[in-house]
Structure formats: structure tokens, C-alpha cells
């Protein structure tokens, strides 16, 4: 397994697995434009992991300056049980670390089983039952 930085040429065979993988949801904030803004915010952040060549999983990452943010930790079903989600999971919360970010939140979907047990299951990770999230999509 290796594990490198997304790159923009990525966006199409990640948004393949995104669409095949249950409990993910593509937003238009997938789309290639925002992908790429993203990518640029967070330079080095997002990693995906490749088995012989082949892209196995994937996790988009990126902070606020404050705190960081997970989204998408994926690994693709014929490589599932390998530990490619943690790996991909602690390389990125090093490399945040690395920027000055120790807080890193990840927003899962409720009918999500296999992706809430996997967080359940994260030693240091806890549910947040004392809040609840509100979103827009602003004004642009």
C-alpha cells in the first residue's frame, strides 16, 4: 500500500468510489471546481491509498485554521478489513498536527451503520450528543 496527497487528476475515479460506496453522499461541493479549491486550501491534506496501483481508499482533510475536518474516509470494498482506513485516518491527523491542528471533527450520516461503527470503534473519538449541526448553502 502507499499512501499520497490527492491530486486534481484523482477527481474522477474518486467520484466513482464515492457514488458505488454506501453511506457516502456526493454533494455538488464534490464537483470538480470545488474539489479543487479544497484542494488548494489544503495542500497535502486529502490522501488516498493505492494496492498495486490502484486507487483502495481515500480521505478528504482540511481545517479552519482552528480545527480540522475529515470527510469521505472511503476504502473501497475489495480492500475493506486491511487497515487502509486507519492508516489513512492517522496520516492525516498527523499531518494536521503538523499544521498546529489537534481538534479534527468528522460529520457521519445516521443510516451510515458500517461507517458509525468504524468511528464508534476510534480510540480518542466520542459522539458529540450536545449539539446538533445546521447547514446552508449560502448566498453564492
Known amino acids: 500500500m502507499t499512501i499520497r496527497p490527492i491530486t486534481l487528476s484523482d477527481h474522477a475515479a474518486l467520484l466513482v468510489l464515492w457514488r458505488r460506496t454506501p453511506g457516502i453522499c456526493v454533494r455538488p461541493e464534490d464537483a470538480l ?3 479543487s479549491a479544497y484542494l488548494a486550501r489544503n495542500p497535502g ?3 488516498l491509498a493505492e494496492v498495486d496501483g490502484q ?3 481515500c480521505v478528504l482533510a482540511g481545517h479552519d485554521g482552528r480545527r480540522g475536518y475529515l470527510q469521505h474516509l472511503v476504502v473501497d470494498l475489495p480492500w475493506q478489513g486491511r487497515g487502509l482506513a486507519q492508516a489513512l485516518l492517522d496520516e492525516a491527523l498527523r499531518r494536521l498536527a503538523e499544521q498546529g491542528i ?4 468528522v460529520f457521519v450520516l445516521r443510516d451510515a451503520p458500517q461507517a458509525l461503527s468504524f468511528w464508534l470503534a476510534q ?3 466520542s459522539m458529540r450528543e450536545e449539539i446538533e449541526v445546521f447547514s446552508t448553502r449560502g448566498m453564492a
Not at 489537534?102 to 471533527?105: N, R, S, V
Open 33 to 35: 471546481q470545488p474539489f
Open 45 to 47: 491534506l486529502s490522501l
Open 55 to 57: 486507487l483502495a481508499a
Open 102 to 105: 489537534c481538534k479534527t471533527h
Open 123 to 125: 480510540e480518542g473519538w
